[in-house]
T-cell receptor
Framework: AQKITQTQPGMFVQEKEAVTLDCTYD???????LFWYKQPSSGEMIFLIY??????QNATEGRYSLNFQKARKSANLVISASQLGDSAMYFC??????????????FGTGTRLQVTL | DGGITQSPKYLFRKEGQNVTLSCEQN?????MYWYRQDPGQGLRLIYY???????QKGDIAEGYSVSREKKESFPLTVTSAQKNPTAFYLC?????????????FGNGTRLTVT
């Protein structure tokens, strides 16, 4: 069984500052993928970044980076230079990589990020 | 532009009525999914389809039904058997369910049953 834990229900960050959103996971699968999605108030879920469990380097996508610490089973999302448009809910998710992907996705409960002036 | 269209955005129904939520994609994706989102919870998978004319139950399929007669379309019917149908419903697609391809989501349908 897989489990994703996001312990921060809400976070505040000032514009232009960096922020880290925490995500820890638990799985018995030897190979897995970790995802972060953003959900603005419009409701749509937007894919941000992906990290494979065997990837040697931490994933980066523009202002987003994933701080992957396999031994600690954590996959924190780091947003640099926060913008007002980053205010949204953020979901961490994971799935095994050898038997289908999206149909086996497990989502965390999310963190609401509010960017302030 | 390619994407996923869900309609309507808001839907109101009386208890005991079946209701169908529409989901259309023009991304040429093989796999499509329906998720349910409740306040304070993550997304939960209702049904998914890897190919036309085939679909599988997800974690919370009871009280729901789907069809996949066309690649582009994956409608979800919320039946009167669903005990707590009021929720936010998200449709998604991916190029394939066999790879780590990310999900593309629609804007969701908020269903309220009274």
């Amino acid at each position: 069984a897989q489990k994703i834990t996001q312990t921060q229900p809400g976070m505040f960050v000032q514009e232009k500052e960096a922020v880290t959103l925490d995500c820890t996971y638990d799985t018995s699968d030897p190979s897995y993928g970790l995802f972060w999605y953003k959900q603005p108030s419009s409701g749509e879920m937007i894919f941000l970044i992906y990290q494979g469990s065997y990837d040697q380097q931490n994933a980066t996508e523009g202002r987003y980076s994933l701080n992957f610490q396999k031994a600690r089973k954590s996959a924190n999302l780091v947003i640099s230079a926060s913008q007002l448009g980053d205010s949204a809910m953020y979901f961490c998710a994971m799935s095994p990589t050898y038997t289908g992907t999206a149909s086996k996705l497990t989502f965390g409960t999310g963190t609401r990020l509010q960017v302030t002036l | 532009d390619g994407g996923i269209t869900q309609s309507p955005k808001y839907l109101f129904r009386k208890e005991g009525q079946n209701v169908t939520l529409s989901c259309e994609q023009n991304l040429n994706h093989d796999a499509m999914y329906w998720y349910r989102q409740d306040p304070g919870q993550g997304l939960r998978l209702i049904y998914y389809s890897q190919i036309v004319n085939d679909f599988q139950k997800g974690d919370i399929a009871e009280g729901y039904s789907v069809s996949r007669e066309k690649k582009e379309s994956f409608p979800l019917t919320v039946t009167s058997a669903q005990k707590n149908p009021t929720a936010f419903y998200l449709c998604a697609s991916s190029a394939s369910d066999r790879e780590n391809s990310p999900l593309h989501f629609g804007n969701g349908t908020r269903l309220t049953v009274t």
